[in-house]
C-alpha cells in the first residue's frame, strides 16, 4: 500500500508505479490490478494491467491505456514523445541534484527521442544540437535552459 498527500494506491498482487506530482498522484499498472482510493472523498477505482489514472485529494480521473514511456525509468531512459520542453527538463530534473529552470519563451517547445538519465548534465548540453535553446550554468546546481542566443 503507497500513501500519498491525495490518497492511497494498494497493491492487489501486482505492479505498478506511483508518481506523486505537485497537483496529483498518477499511477499505473503493468500486472495485476491495483485499488486507487482518494484521501478526503473516499472516492475507489480499480485499476487493471495496461491502466493508468491521477487522483486529487477529493477525486479520481478516469482510467486510460498506459503509454509505454511510463516504464522507460526502469530501463534508465526517458521517451519523450513530441513532449513539450518545460515538461521534459522537469522529468530529467529528477535525475539531477540542483535546480533546472526554463525560461518561459521557449517552454512550449517540443522534443522528441530517448534519453538516458545517467549523466543528466549531458542531455541538457545535448538540447542545444537540436532546438535553438542555450545552456547557462549559474552554479553547479543551478542551471538555466532559455533561448539561443541569450
Known sequence: MVTTDDGVAQALGTRYSVRQQAARTTVAVEE????????MSGQQLV??????????????????????SVWAWKQGQILADNMRLDDFITELSRYRTGFVSVDPAIA???ISGV?????PDDVLAS????????????????VKVGPAGK
Open 108 to 110: 512550449e517547445l517540443r
Open 115 to 119: 534519453f538516458p538519465v545517467a549523466k
Open 127 to 142: 538540447l542545444t544540437n537540436s532546438l535553438p535553446v542555450s545552456i547557462h550554468t549559474v552554479a553547479h546546481y543551478w
Open 32 to 39: 495485476g490490478a491495483v485499488l486507487m482510493r482518494t484521501k
Open 47 to 68: 485499476l487493471q494491467a495496461g491502466q493508468v489514472s491521477s487522483m486529487t485529494q477529493q477525486e479520481i480521473g478516469e482510467a486510460t491505456t498506459v503509454r509505454e
